[in-house]
């Protein structure tokens, strides 16, 4: 063996260390040592070698550490991505979802204030017409240059009192109600056939826009009725009654006193009479209270009626 080599080396295949030795002149082996120091001295791969070596390992850690650090940043960048992309889709998610509730509450508010404007509509249309027949048959009516409340009004709350005060009974007598009322053109003035054989009508006269009365009139033919007493005591009731009833709407049925409508009965019944040439008695009287004047008017023909008129 030369002595290049006589080298310290490892065996990287074996993984032996293996020490070179010196060879003296008589073929004798000898450590190379100084025993004065007590140094090991291992001789060494040539220091440009090394040198490589060292600069090759730093080069393979410097790539090895930048792929570790490629790979750590690729896989944290990814995390990242990956978070910030789960973190927009659950941001979105919850947009979303407010806005799902917004669009609730939205057409929920919506829907109530549809109903709320088709119920005020409703109330403007129907409800709120002004009193009822109720209202008027109970606690009564204004009364200024007119009744204030119109014919048709009028006629439905003599048919609440007569089915509802009254049970369409009156000393026995059944009393038929009014129903529909018509205009009549000639008389100027709605009115209301209640029996056609004694012509028992009720007029109501209008105000010109229609909305109030002017005066009411109840008449009857009394001459029919003298050729048959049955019939004239039975148009005598209806024709009272539906006098009566009309007090009862004017000053209401709670307001109404028995004291009262017994003084205007009595003073229509003291009627003094004229007489013509054939005997026939004609006549007139009223009574007057605050509100309303109450006048009979008995004529030549036969006919008597009560007219009530406002008193103001």
């Not at 600069?55 to 790979?71: G, H, V």
């Not at 307001?255 to 009479?273: A, G, P, R, T, V």
């Amino acid at each position: 063996m030369d002595n290049e080599s006589n080298k310290d080396y490892l065996n990287s295949e074996k993984g032996e260390f293996i020490v070179n030795k010196k060879v003296d002149e008589e073929g004798n082996e000898e450590l190379n040592t100084k025993e004065e120091k007590g140094e090991f001295i291992v001789n060494k791969k040539p220091i440009e070698e090394e040198n490589s070596n060292i600069q090759e390992d730093k080069f393979n850690n410097n790539e090895q550490n930048e792929n570790i650090n490629t790979s750590s940043n690729y896989e944290q960048n990814y995390n990242f991505n990956n978070q910030n992309h789960y973190n927009f889709e659950e941001e979105m998610q919850k947009i979303k979802d407010k806005n799902k509730k917004k669009n609730k509450k939205i057409i929920g508010f919506s829907i109530a204030g549809i109903l709320i404007i088709a119920l005020i509509v409703c109330f403007a249309l129907f409800g709120n017409n002004g009193p009822s027949s109720k209202d008027y048959a109970y606690n009564g009516i204004e009364i200024n240059n007119y009744f204030e409340l119109s014919p048709e009004d009028f006629a439905k709350t003599l048919d609440y009192i007569n089915e509802n005060i009254y049970y369409s009974d009156f000393d026995g007598v059944t009393i038929p109600t009014i129903g529909e009322i018509t205009f009549n053109d000639e008389k100027g003035c709605y009115e209301k056939i209640i029996d056609d054989e004694s012509e028992l009508y009720i007029n109501i006269y209008p105000s010109k826009d229609y909305k109030s009365i002017e005066k009411v009139v109840v008449s009857y033919d009394e001459f029919f009725t003298l050729t048959d007493s049955d019939k004239l005591d039975e148009i005598n009731q209806i024709y009272s009654a539906y006098v009566n009833m009309s007090m009862n709407i004017f000053d209401g049925y709670n307001n109404f006193e028995q004291s009262k409508n017994k003084k205007i009965w009595d003073k229509l019944n003291s009627i003094k009479y004229k007489y013509n040439d054939e005997g026939i008695g004609y006549g007139k009287i009223s009574y007057e209270d605050y509100k309303v004047t109450y006048t009979r008017n008995d004529l030549e023909d036969g006919t008597t009626s009560i007219i009530m008129e406002p008193n103001n």
